[in-house]
């Protein structure tokens, strides 16, 4: 909220030339009070075709969650001189693309932005660009940038202890989570962060109670997770080792006895069963984001950047790999390892109507008919249809459809 009034006061301050019945200024002090579809409204009304007209009718979008309009008229404002070298406008138009997760994208507007103003938000962001991205080592160094301009960022300091834990470095995030507990000694993230460190290492009664400390300030649904894991664990441990000596001559005395290392040993355990799940889920998600923003770059037409992205995801959607595969190809207008990709995939009736497509895209007319009269052996009707229709239609659109399946 803060930022949204620092950004609405520099609008406004840019408009003041003129007097405040004008439309411009009208629709930036909507923008102000919160009446995002009004300052639309404003924006629409004027006539003439002022790039800050595009920019307050970005912006209005974009605090409506219409991110795929605000970038289009926040691009649109962005071709104008004056306001490429405006920090809002890029800042806003980085902020649609990174919630359309085209993070690619977005790092070029989020370092428009920072390049003129050094907001630790535009920052962060950016860094989640870099590590949605694969570039880890980059993400770090934004992620430390943030920590020097705004030291009580949570965020940031739980960022940091994330990319520590993926790479191992468990003393190495327990550093960086007190640093900020320092700063930020009641925020329940960063307790989390600081019990979930503690459980790896093995100091179960410390982990339990920083999370009895953080579910006072805030019951979170990750926070109750690991600490019902613990209690369970401490409970089945507790249960395992009491009791009399067993039949074949275990020492119970013995583990009595060590109960409490036993304890400890047994919560490491659950803990690290805990995080290879976690971090399973956790990468799947993100595996799963970078596929979709793969699915982005080949609507882009961005071959170079695709590429990139499918060598990151290729092992976790080994599948689906023929297919995506097929698509790099044709965007790259190799025909060859385009058919040759084609075949591999496994769903027959998908694999001939796209290899029908390719033959068309690529001019194989021969090859095309041959294609419809296989479909049509085996009985696919609808997509002989399909292919019927598609040999009238133009090149760039039989390419849509390659792209769409």
Not at 89 to 104: G, H
Not at 112 to 134: H, S, W
Not at 359 to 373: A, C, L, P, V
Request: include cysteine.
């Amino acid at each position: 909220m803060r930022l949204l009034l620092i950004v609405t006061f520099t609008l406004l301050t840019v408009s003041s030339a003129f007097s405040d019945k004008n439309p411009l200024y009208e629709g930036f002090s909507f923008i102000e009070r919160g009446e995002y579809q009004r300052s639309f409204s404003i924006f629409s009304s004027i006539k003439s075709d002022v790039p800050q007209r595009y920019t307050g009718m970005g912006i209005s979008k974009y605090m409506q969650k219409d991110y795929v309009k605000a970038f289009e008229y926040l691009e649109t404002a962005l071709k104008s001189k004056e306001e490429s070298k405006k920090w809002v406008t890029n800042y806003f138009a980085a902020l649609s693309l990174f919630e359309l997760k085209r993070y690619k994208e977005s790092i070029k507007y989020f370092e428009n932005t920072i390049g003129q103003k050094r907001l630790p938000d535009a920052i962060f962001k950016m860094a989640v660009c870099y590590e949605m991205v694969g570039d880890l080592e980059t993400a770090m160094k934004l992620f430390n940038a943030v920590v020097e301009l705004e030291p009580k960022l949570a965020e940031a300091y739980t960022e940091i202890a994330n990319i520590f834990i993926k790479q191992n470095k468990i003393s190495e995030a327990k550093t960086v989570v007190d640093k900020g507990l320092s700063l930020l000694n009641d925020n329940p993230s960063l307790i989390y962060q600081n019990a979930k460190l503690l459980f790896i290492s093995g100091k179960l009664d410390e982990a339990e109670k920083e999370l009895e400390r953080a579910m006072k300030i805030e019951k979170d649904t990750k926070i109750l997770g690991l600490y019902s894991t613990i209690q369970k664990s401490k409970t089945k441990i507790t249960k395992d080792v009491g009791g009399k000596r067993s039949e074949k001559g275990v020492d119970f005395d013995y583990i009595v006895a060590n109960k409490e290392k036993l304890l400890i040993a047994g919560a490491v355990v659950c803990c690290l069963v805990l995080i290879v799940f976690s971090g399973f889920y956790s990468r799947r998600k993100r595996q799963r984001e970078k596929l979709e923003y793969f699915y982005e770059l080949l609507k882009k037409k961005d071959v170079f950047g695709a590429e990139e992205i499918l060598n990151q995801i290729s092992a976790t959607f080994i599948d689906l790999l023929p297919l995506l595969n097929t698509k790099l190809f044709v965007l790259k207008e190799d025909f060859n390892n385009a058919i040759s990709n084609c075949i591999k995939i496994r769903n027959n009736e998908k694999r001939m109507y796209l290899e029908g497509l390719i033959y068309y895209y690529f001019g194989k007319k021969e090859d095309f008919k041959r294609q419809i009269t296989i479909i049509e052996a085996a009985g696919l009707n609808r997509y002989v249809e399909l292919l019927k229709v598609s040999s009238f239609e133009a090149r760039e659109i039989i390419l849509s459809k390659i792209l769409e399946i």
